[in-house]
């Protein structure tokens, strides 16, 4: 029996990577942290800092989007509960794979279905809008495959050959 997997999707960069790579997170490494983040604005704050307040809005590295910020003495800071995945249930998509990915709103619709094909690993060749990816999907609009990724759609995953 092939092992299915449960969890969502996700765009992934690495430091020295030079893009980004389609992966699935698996939810059995999936745990939660505490972080010190303003519960309007989601910004991080420094525990040993208090007095250190972030302003502005501020790019969200790789991504060309920006993070918005409250006004100054506006945050609403405390401890907030954040998913942390590690980085053994993170796995690279690859061509053969079979991937289910469901809707958010109902995570028992079936958005997409298929194995995954995808064309050949490349470094600075490939972009997505603002992104550099590694390679594209053969079988799927890419705007449709990018947003299930970006907007981490939740996903199953049969690995090939496992
Ligand atoms: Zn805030």
Redesign the pocket.
């Known amino acids: 029996m092939p092992k299915t997997m449960k969890g969502v999707l996700d765009l992934y960069w690495e430091t020295g990577t030079e893009g980004a790579y389609w992966v699935f997170e698996d939810d059995a490494y999936l745990s939660t942290r505490i972080e010190t983040k303003?519960?309007?604005?989601?910004?991080w704050w420094n525990p040993e800092k208090p007095e250190f307040e972030p302003d502005g809005d501020k790019p969200i590295e790789n991504t060309g989007l920006i993070m918005r910020?409250?006004k100054k003495g506006?945050?609403?800071?405390g401890p907030v509960e954040v998913p942390t995945r590690d980085y053994e249930g993170l796995h690279i998509l690859k061509t053969g794979d079979r991937l289910t990915v469901y809707s958010k709103d109902d995570p028992s619709h079936v958005l997409w279905e298929g194995n995954v094909q995808l064309t050949p690993f490349t470094v600075y060749k490939d972009t997505w809008g603002a992104y550099w990816i590694h390679n594209k999907p053969k079988n799927i609009d890419i705007d449709v495959w990018g947003r299930y990724f970006l907007d981490g759609h939740p996903a199953q995953l049969i690995i090939k050959g496992k």
Do not use: L, T, Y
């Open positions: 303003c519960r309007k604005c989601g910004r910020s409250c506006e945050h609403d800071v």
